[in-house]
Nanobody, 124 residues
Framework: QVTLVESGGGLVQPGGSLRLSCTAS????????VGWFRQAPGKEPEGVAC????GGRLELEGRFTASRDNSKNTVYLQMNSLKPEDTAEYYC?????????????????????WGLGTQVTVSS
């Protein structure tokens, strides 16, 4: 049973932007933090962003901004100034808790539901 669905990936030129969406179909996200991760071929998963229930955010770098719309049960990842090294499969994940931990938000064990991913390719 698929519980989280990502969308919005695709091919974009360097310097471009994309906004990814993550929608939950079975449970409400409003009580949980949500993380974004990416995994490039041959590399370990990497935490990109985490957003808490109050909108507080932790992000890998300033080019990435997470946001949420509880009325749509959806979390977003805005990615700007994209680089070829941002090419990866991007996943969203529901955290076990309501707030992103500043020390552990990049740890996979902090999350208990994962989407299937959406591919982002940055290339000219």
């Amino acid at each position: 049973q698929v519980t989280l669905v990502e969308s919005g990936g695709g091919l974009v030129q360097p310097g471009g932007s994309l906004r990814l969406s993550c929608t939950a179909s079975v449970f409400s996200l409003k009580d949980y933090a949500v993380g974004w991760f990416r995994q490039a071929p041959g590399k370990e998963p990497e935490g990109v962003a985490c957003i808490s229930i109050d909108g507080g955010r932790l992000e890998l770098e300033g080019r990435f901004t997470a946001s949420r719309d509880n009325s749509k049960n959806t979390v977003y990842l805005q990615m700007n100034s994209l680089k070829p090294e941002d090419t990866a499969e991007y996943y969203c994940a529901k955290a076990r808790y309501s707030y992103c931990s500043s020390h552990r938000w990049t740890e996979l064990s902090e999350y208990n539901h994962w989407g299937l991913g959406t591919q982002v390719t940055v290339s000219s």
